[in-house]
């Protein structure tokens, strides 16, 4: 974005006069200041990653990120959909995980804010996530480490979800469609497996 003559002068030269009635680019400046907040405001306040997981004939389980309360942590929700409910009824939509865990106010890797950076994204926390529907298996990376979880098809409460062990910064979790617990990341400037069993 280019830089603002913030003093005024010059403003003439932008289809403005000295006398009454004219814009500043001060006025500019403060007025694209207050737009860019609004819009960030937004951003964080619309779900987005949306993904569906079809549960039994009646019920489709909608997962996605959200930014609850005022700030810019997102985190992962899910809200259930009764099919042969009247269309309009209030859908209710509750938290995925334990929000008392610690890994959304760890510190962020360099790598982590360099994709973000490249993704455009203006939140931190869960920034994206990856859902193995007939399981219910979720993985997600967060704080420069990938967590893992297992959502019921009817849950009783949030979840805690296990840090899958390792020294290096890793990035953007897949789930393999045929074996949830094989899960490859991006870290080294290579690809890696991870299975539970042999715990790398």
Request: net charge positive.
């Given at each position: 974005m280019p830089r603002m003559n913030t003093t005024g002068v010059g403003a003439g030269r932008a289809g403005t006069?000295?006398?009454?009635?004219?814009?500043?680019?001060?006025?500019?400046?403060q007025r694209v200041r207050e737009l860019r907040r609004t819009f960030l405001?937004?951003?964080?306040?619309?779900?987005?990653?949306?993904?569906f997981r079809k549960i039994g004939s009646s019920l489709l389980r909608c997962y996605f990120l959200l930014s609850p309360g005022q700030g810019r942590e997102s985190t992962?929700?899910?809200?259930?959909i009764n099919l042969e409910a009247n269309w309009g009824s209030r859908i209710v939509y509750q938290e995925v995980l334990d929000s008392g865990h610690s890994f959304l106010w760890r510190r962020t890797s360099r790598e982590e804010q360099l994709l973000s950076e490249r993704r455009r994204i203006s939140t931190?926390?869960?920034t994206n996530y990856e859902l193995h529907a007939p399981s219910g298996t979720l993985v997600f990376p967060a704080s420069s480490?990938?967590?893992q979880c297992m959502h019921p098809e009817r849950p009783t409460g949030a979840v805690t979800p296990r840090e899958l062990p390792s020294c290096q910064v890793r990035l953007n979790p897949q789930i393999?469609?045929?074996?949830?617990?094989?899960?490859?990341?991006?870290?080294?400037?290579?690809?890696?497996?991870?299975?539970?069993?042999?715990?790398?």
């Amino acid at each position: 974005m280019p830089r603002m003559n913030t003093t005024g002068v010059g403003a003439g030269r932008a289809g403005t006069s000295s006398g009454s009635g004219s814009v500043k680019w001060r006025d500019v400046h403060q007025r694209v200041r207050e737009l860019r907040r609004t819009f960030l405001h937004l951003s964080v306040k619309t779900p987005t990653d949306v993904t569906f997981r079809k549960i039994g004939s009646s019920l489709l389980r909608c997962y996605f990120l959200l930014s609850p309360g005022q700030g810019r942590e997102s985190t992962l929700f899910y809200a259930d959909i009764n099919l042969e409910a009247n269309w309009g009824s209030r859908i209710v939509y509750q938290e995925v995980l334990d929000s008392g865990h610690s890994f959304l106010w760890r510190r962020t890797s360099r790598e982590e804010q360099l994709l973000s950076e490249r993704r455009r994204i203006s939140t931190w926390g869960i920034t994206n996530y990856e859902l193995h529907a007939p399981s219910g298996t979720l993985v997600f990376p967060a704080s420069s480490t990938i967590f893992q979880c297992m959502h019921p098809e009817r849950p009783t409460g949030a979840v805690t979800p296990r840090e899958l062990p390792s020294c290096q910064v890793r990035l953007n979790p897949q789930i393999c469609p045929a074996n949830p617990s094989l899960i490859a990341f991006a870290a080294r400037n290579d690809i890696y497996l991870y299975h539970p069993n042999c715990g790398k």
